[in-house]
Antibody
Framework: EVQVLESGGGLVRPGGSLRLSCTASGFTFSTEAMTWVRQAPGKGLEWVSAINYNGATSYYADSVRGRFTISRDNSKNTLYLQMNSLSPEDTAVYFC???????????WGQGTLVTVSS | EVVLTQSPATLSLSPGERATLSCRASQSVENYLGWYQQKPGQAPRLLIKDASKRATGIPARFSGSGSGTDFTLTISSLEPEDFAVYYCQQRGNWPRTFGQGTKVEIK
């Protein structure tokens, strides 16, 4: 079964940093693009970032460019999202999902909650 | 970036009725438009890809149509489990973007 599982969320102070992880199983991770999407409490979905299969290319939403970095370790079947200079507006559930370059993201993990508050 | 506008914001219908949801793009995304369903506390689930192709395991009552800038998701006869929020997303341009969502609620 194809699965992705996020971890690393939590409470962080404004201006702080956090690194999210997403562990994949059930498919050949090293041949698939991966995506991060977030959802603020009670709000809609916001696309955050995507990375191609080997990490050579990546894209970001304007709202996070320069503060967030997407990366991957294909030897560990793991996707990362390094988040710096966090603000309360970054408070959201962060989902990772398989695909997103030449296809639509599917499936998604259950998400990890990031809360930015003093 | 491509702005996706969904309408209506809320659709109040009864089980068995037909639901028609709209997604309009600010510029052409060709047929690179997908639809997701999200229920409370759950991750989104892909329903339709590339405007009209049902994703694996999606019932035939879900159908998509459109190209360019205007797209429609149709649920032919609502089942109780279909009451949820639906989002469109484009993959024709970077950055990828989502619509703001349409909530399908029980009337």
């Amino acid at each position: 079964e194809v699965q992705v599982l996020e971890s690393g969320g939590g409470l962080v102070r404004p201006g702080g940093s956090l690194r999210l992880s997403c562990t994949a199983s059930g498919f050949t991770f090293s041949t698939e693009a991966m995506t991060w999407v977030r959802q603020a409490p009670g709000k809609g979905l916001e696309w955050v970032s995507a990375i191609n299969y080997n990490g050579a290319t990546s894209y970001y939403a304007d709202s996070v460019r320069g503060r967030f970095t997407i990366s991957r370790d294909n030897s560990k079947n793991t996707l990362y999202l390094q988040m710096n200079s966090l603000s309360p507006e970054d408070t959201a559930v962060y989902f990772c999902a398989k695909g997103g370059y030449y296809d639509f993201s599917d499936p998604w993990g259950q998400g990890t909650l990031v809360t930015v508050s003093s | 970036e491509v702005v996706l506008t969904q309408s209506p914001a809320t659709l109040s219908l009864s089980p068995g009725e037909r639901a028609t949801l709209s997604c309009r793009a600010s510029q052409s995304v060709e047929n690179y438009l997908g639809w997701y369903q999200q229920k409370p506390g759950q991750a989104p689930r892909l329903l339709i890809k590339d405007a009209s192709k049902r994703a694996t395991g999606i019932p035939a009552r879900f159908s998509g149509s459109g190209s360019g800038t205007d797209f429609t998701l149709t649920i032919s006869s609502l089942e109780p489990e279909d009451f949820a929020v639906y989002y469109c997303q484009q993959r024709g341009n970077w950055p990828r973007t989502f619509g703001q969502g349409t909530k399908v609620e029980i009337k």
